[in-house]
């Protein structure tokens, strides 16, 4: 059975450090699916035309809610004018927007410092809605590796709402119930597959898992055979540290293709001399793999005096 995790968050963009932050519920007439996202435009009352939109332009706020409907909102004390809903699927409209029983399609949303009224948001559809499946196939895996892949809006950043689905043993999947829109299908925020959603059902998705290749490697410490244990070496932003490895070993878990690799925490005493994969000095470029590691990664210290 698919599962849907929301993550919200709603930012007006020329927030100032003196904003509020405002709760909001939304709900949608007949039970049907919550969009991802949509925009809000908001006006602050007699603040001057933003000179670099077009006219009767406003920005717009992004809501996202989660699973349950509630979302959050970061805006200044002040009196809005609320626009009607932008990005909303084909059917959809908006029935009503109430805070603190204040009718804001007739009337301006005043905000408070000390406010905590839910902002109360209701969507209308006006026939079934215009879902449909997204399809696919996960490759790269064993059955079992991984057991959810997740959709998410393209734009959305990490606080994206997202809908979740299993992945079958010969690692295919199904989004049942998607709204129109642009989406990434993502495995563990590592595979991101762009998917196009219209009105049809999306059929024959790859999603390729990336394969790690582990990578040996050892420190040596020139003239000691005593080896600083604070080190951390890192492979694309995978650390590794070496207090549990006196004898100076470690294991990168890197990717086909460049691999970035740094060393951090290195004691005041002591200096970075060289990183080198076989002939290739890695301060100077990146560990290129296409298959299994042939060589060690050697990391050289030498001491500053």
Not at 164 to 188: H, M, N, Q, W
Not at 249 to 257: D, R, Y
């Amino acid at each position: 059975m698919t599962s849907v995790v929301f993550s919200v968050f709603l930012l007006l963009q020329t927030a100032a450090p003196n904003t509020g932050l405002v709760t909001g519920r939304l709900s949608v007439e007949g039970g049907a699916p919550a969009p991802s996202s949509f925009g809000l435009p908001l006006t602050a009352v007699g603040a001057a035309p933003t000179p670099s939109l077009p006219a009767g332009a406003n920005p717009a706020l992004r809501i996202r809610p989660q699973i349950d409907g509630t979302f959050r909102m970061q805006l200044r004390p002040g009196e809005y004018r609320v626009g009607a809903p932008l990005g909303l699927p084909p059917g959809y409209t908006l029935q009503s927007i109430v805070y603190g029983g204040v009718d804001l399609m007739r009337s301006p949303l005043k905000i408070s410092s000390t406010d905590s009224t839910e902002l109360l948001i209701n969507l209308a559809v006006s026939g079934p809605p215009p879902t449909v499946s997204v399809s696919g196939r996960v490759t790269g895996i064993t059955p079992g590796q991984i057991q959810r892949i997740a959709l998410r809006e393209a734009s959305g950043g990490e606080l994206s709402a997202a809908l979740e689905s299993s992945i079958g043993s010969d690692g295919s999947f199904t989004f049942p119930k998607v709204l129109p829109g642009a989406y990434i299908v993502y495995l563990r925020l590592r595979s991101v597959t762009q998917v196009m959603v219209d009105n049809k059902d999306v059929t024959g998705l790859i999603v390729a898992h990336p394969q790690d290749i582990l990578v040996s490697g050892h420190v040596i410490a020139e003239g000691t055979q005593t080896l600083p244990t604070t080190i951390i070496i890192e492979g694309n932003g995978k650390a590794t540290a070496m207090q549990n490895r006196p004898t100076g070993t470690f294991v990168l878990s890197l990717e086909k293709g460049e691999n970035s690799i740094s060393v951090r925490n290195i004691p005041e005493a002591w200096r970075l001399k060289s990183i080198t994969y076989g002939d290739v000095d890695l301060q100077k470029e990146p560990l290129k793999l296409d298959g299994p590691a042939n060589w060690d990664i050697v990391v050289r210290l030498a001491p500053k005096n």
